[in-house]
């Protein structure tokens, strides 16, 4: 499968790959600048250093990036990654895949997630083998749980740290 990158309004989602990732791993980021992207303010931040491994783990499963792992959040103008955003593997037996994002902080609150995630919403939803998009937040994430009631997901359920959400095609 040759992956494309996706174009909303004012981003760039590109597919994480396995170079990319270990760039970032490294801390050595001339490859990045030498393909053309700049870092945003604070990128690549804790919440992104944490979740890498993940990204990583997920590429080796798969033998080039399927849309089912993870993207790298870029403003479209400036060529600058401010975050990611991804699915946590292809779709199981129901047809469901879980969406999860970050942003760094410098640019919280412009829209940017709710923005990649209607991207990356649409291109799950052409695929007919997804039927339903799941999510989760920490109780007290109250800026995610406004974009995913924004982007339609319903609230299907709640323990005493998460809540749980759903979106169906």
Known sequence: MNLKNLITDRLLLMPFTKEITNIILSGDFTKLIEMGLH????????ETL??????LHNLDLVQEPTGFESWMIVLKDEMTIIGDIGFKGKPNHLGAVDIGYG??????KK???SEASRGLIEWAFSNSEVTLITAKCLLENIG????????????VGRNNKMIHWELQN
């Open 103 to 108: 942003i760094i902080d410098s640019e919280r």
């Open 50 to 55: 944490d979740t890498i491994p993940k990204i």
């Open 144 to 155: 995610s749980s406004k974009i995913l009631t924004k982007l339609n997901f319903n609230e």
């Open 111 to 113: 829209g940017y997630a």
């Open 39 to 46: 870092l945003g303010k604070g990128y690549p931040d804790e």
